[in-house]
């Protein structure tokens, strides 16, 4: 959601902005996407358009080092932020959240 996205500026009126506490750095641009939708944004995808990532510039140990860093996609506090907020059964959540990251990591460091 935080990348290539457009925003009305109505949006911020009716909910604020981007919560910098809870989610400093990653996760952000998702919970503010959700929250625009709870009060009636219409959430839209363009799958037209093409946005680029340059995510192999880091490789596995750095990102798997970098559990405490807000830099970190991997973030244990903000991952665990996001289930609280946002999921039912917040450890669940949390815990299969953290099992597919692993998971998929090391599927694709496999290749």
Known sequence: PGRGVLIPIDAF???????????????A???????????????????????????????ILFKFK?????????N???RFNWAKKHTPIPIMYFILDIVRIITSQLVKNKK
């Open 29 to 59: 641009d998702d919970d503010f996407s959700l929250r625009c939708k709870s009060v009636g944004f219409n959430l839209v995808v363009s799958v037209k358009s093409i946005v680029r990532s340059y995510t192999d510039e880091t490789n």
């Open 13 to 27: 009126h009716k909910v604020g902005v981007y919560d910098e506490i809870k989610f400093p750095h990653y996760c």
């Open 76 to 78: 244990l506090q903000t």
């Open 66 to 74: 970098n559990f405490t860093s807000i830099r970190s996609p991997f």
